[in-house]
């Protein structure tokens, strides 16, 4: 796959997922630390125009002067951003001109990409597909986020169900004590933080090849997890007496049942599924 058919493919993900919002979705900012899903648009967008095109692109024309300031997020070299917390505040742009401004940069991105042989570039623009899907799990999570404490649960599509993965075998390995080099070898893409080839020791030990599934959680819940402290480390045994933690994130008992939230609606909890959620707030234990 050329690098212009791979940048279409990626882009083409973001616009896929986000078919199944409606427009008054775009601009939910439910909490300081999620972004409404147009900001993800439009910031995985001005990635490509400010460090690929801008840059590279003789009299390059700006779709919108103003974007730079309203889509940086921490890239204090190119300029003043705004507030993470203040993300949902911006009715406007609007979500069509999000939807437009990725077109204009798409159109510039594969005319830039026909004739680029450019080595350096090429690893950034690379980079900057990788940027997108971080992206778009974080565009995940922060839709699943905002429909979980939504009180109806809507239900993003039927079939979007990522927590029904289960364990194939249930089997331990035993690893060896000695020196071991850990650190990325391979040519392809990686991120810094796993470069840095390097020698560390490793005593004997044994894990197992599975994970925790639901079924094993509500274990540790009914045998009282959350209500022991010799279980948790002193700053864990804090949060969750601070927070009045009973359950996982998006999970309801609801009749002496658990229930939790997925993006294809509220379901009865899965108990083989493997358990990938995270600990919700709870009042008193009640929903």
């Not at 979500?95 to 159109?107: K, L, M, S």
């Not at 994970?211 to 009914?222: K, P, R, S, W």
Request: with cysteine; glycine share 4%; charged share 20%.
């Amino acid at each position: 796959m050329t690098l212009s058919q791979t940048y279409k493919q990626v882009r083409q993900q973001s616009l896929d997922f986000c078919k199944h919002l409606q427009v008054e979705d775009f601009a939910i900012q439910v909490v300081k630390f999620a972004s409404p899903p147009k900001w993800h648009l439009a910031h995985t967008t001005w990635f490509f125009e400010t460090f690929i095109l801008i840059p590279n692109v003789k009299n390059y024309v700006y779709f919108n002067s103003n974007f730079n300031f309203l889509f940086n997020s921490y890239y204090n070299n190119v300029g003043d951003r705004v507030l993470q917390a203040n993300r949902g505040n911006m009715s406007r742009p609007t979500t069509n001109e999000i939807f437009a401004y990725r077109d204009y940069v798409d159109e510039k991105m594969q005319e830039f990409l026909r004739d680029l042989t450019d080595k350096k570039i090429i690893d950034l623009v690379i980079l900057g597909l990788n940027h997108e899907q971080q992206h778009q799990e974080l565009l995940i999570t922060d839709v699943k986020y905002m429909f979980g404490y939504n009180p109806i649960f809507p239900v993003l599509h039927e079939d979007f169900n990522l927590v029904n993965d289960k364990n194939t075998n249930l089997e331990s390995s035993n690893i060896n004590a000695g020196i071991y080099e850990i650190g990325y070898q391979g040519n392809e893409f990686c991120y810094d933080n796993e470069l840095g080839t390097h020698k560390v020791y490793i005593d004997d030990f044994e894990i197992n090849n599975y994970l925790v599934t639901n079924g094993d959680y509500i274990q540790f819940m009914e045998a009282g997890g959350y209500a022991d402290f010799n279980l948790w480390l002193d700053e864990g045994w804090s949060w969750v007496n601070n927070n009045q933690i009973n359950a996982p994130m998006y999970w309801h008992k609801i009749e002496d049942e658990w229930y939790y939230y997925t993006l294809s609606g509220l379901q009865k909890v899965d108990t083989e599924a493997l358990i990938i959620t995270k600990p919700m707030l709870l009042q008193n234990g009640k929903v």
